[in-house]
């Protein structure tokens, strides 16, 4: 098992994403992080339709009304709570979620449990 640190709760606000990119033992790991509800969600940046990035514009992986998580590339749409796709060429098939945990009050790490394909 392998933890990163990623960043603090305060530098991830409410509909808010972050991207990261993590030296992990496997290989770099491009990620990203979404805050609703006050629950923090991570998932590895990759599209289940082509397996390239969701997103075009730096930390930017929401629909423009902030209530989807959705591919640049051909609009599909994910739930933020599961990474789940409801609309789009994907639609059925979910990102990869990544599991979180949360030290110290404050802090937002990442923790690799089982191999993931990068
Ligand atoms: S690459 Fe994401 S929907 Fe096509």
């Given at each position: 098992m392998s933890?990163?640190?990623l960043c603090h709760n305060k530098d991830i606000a409410e509909l808010q994403t972050r991207e990261f990119s993590?030296?992990?033992?496997?290989?770099?790991?491009?990620?990203?992080?979404?805050?609703?509800d006050n629950n923090v969600h991570a998932y590895?940046?990759?599209?289940?339709?082509?397996?390239?990035?969701?997103?075009?514009?730096?930390?930017?992986?929401?629909c423009l009304e902030g209530i989807h998580i959705q591919c640049s590339t051909h609009g599909a749409l994910?739930?933020?709570e599961n990474g789940y796709c409801i609309v789009g060429p994907?639609?059925?098939?979910?990102?990869?979620?990544?599991?979180?945990?949360?030290r110290n009050d404050?802090?937002?790490?990442?923790?690799?449990?089982?191999?993931i394909n990068i």
């Open positions: 933890n990163y640190f993590v030296e992990t033992d496997q290989g770099q790991l491009e990620l990203f992080i979404v805050r609703q590895q940046n990759h599209c289940p339709h082509l397996g390239i990035p969701l997103n075009w514009q730096p930390d930017k992986f929401l994910f739930k933020v994907c639609a059925g098939k979910s990102l990869t979620a990544l599991k979180l945990e949360h404050d802090e937002i790490w990442l923790e690799l449990t089982n191999p």
